[in-house]
């Protein structure tokens, strides 16, 4: 039985960046048209590398900075949340650079919670894994606030739920503005501890 299956759900993407240093204050990705990607993800990107230090959102596994397999390679976000994040920011619109986008998409709903180890596969065969949902964080809420006066301090409660998602290279090649992306989700139920426990006692 095949452990992914294919949906109709299509996604095309809409925007490429890198960001290539990190200032330690705010973030912001450059736009570009192409994105050639390997195993370790973009070269030359800050987020680069089949190996990263690990960092706070692992510090429940890991000390800060222990070498753990990277896959948070980029950060895939979805035009729609965006522009639903710029509008309850108050802004006409939300460059996907000030958020230090990877790759921007448009097409697949609730695209936030698509489930992990779900995969995203261009019409060329280039595809990626999805890790986890992507939490916001203070970085790009600063680069918005340097941008745009008084709309940057509340990006994080407003963009929860919305930040995408983190992902890594399962297959090589290149991505480019208006590529085409299909969605694969694993062919498994939601976990359900507690009613795997009352079978067990009523067995």
Known sequence: MPALIP?????TITWLGRVTDRDTKEISAEAIDEMPL???????????GLTRPSCSRVLGQYPRGTEIRN????SILSAEEIAEIATDLGLDALDPAWLGASIVVSGIADFSHLPPAARLQSESGTTVTIDLQNGPCQFPAMTIEAARPGHGKRFKPVAEGKRGVTAWVERAGVLRVGDRMRLHVPEQRAWQPEQARQALATA
């Open 7 to 11: 949906t109709d759900h299509f996604a």
């Open 71 to 74: 896959t948070r390679q980029m």
């Open 38 to 48: 390997t195993l370790a993800g973009f070269e030359g990107e800050f987020h680069a």
